[in-house]
């Protein structure tokens, strides 16, 4: 089975072909997106990208355009000075799926 590590925005993630995972939020309107991997691997064989790997593709399927992951929600308390806020955050995010790794 081939695998590989993208870059997508500042993050990297290890996929293979059939993969549905979720990234930061793409503003992009394509539906397909291709990327050039960093690494490439298939059984012994390992291809290292400077930086990136020539010639080779990861072709990626937008599945959900744009969701809210779950809520993420910090706390201040400071003991007896009445100072409790709560804040909470909900990450934008988007599906995708890898269709092939060539």
Not at 22 to 27: M, R, W
Not at 59 to 72: G, N
Request: charged share 30%; hydrophobic share 35%.
């Amino acid at each position: 089975m081939k695998k590989a590590v993208i870059k997508i925005g500042s993050s990297q993630y290890l996929v293979h072909e059939g993969l549905e995972f979720d990234v930061n939020f793409l503003k992009n309107e394509q539906k397909k997106l291709e990327i050039t991997p960093l690494l490439l691997y298939e059984g012994d064989k390992i291809d290292i990208g400077t930086p990136e790997v020539n010639g080779s593709k990861v072709v990626c399927e937008v599945i959900v355009d744009s969701k809210l992951d779950t809520k993420v929600r910090s706390i201040r308390y400071k003991a007896k000075k009445r100072v409790n806020t709560v804040r909470g955050h909900r990450q934008k995010l988007s599906t995708l799926k890898v269709i092939k790794i060539s």
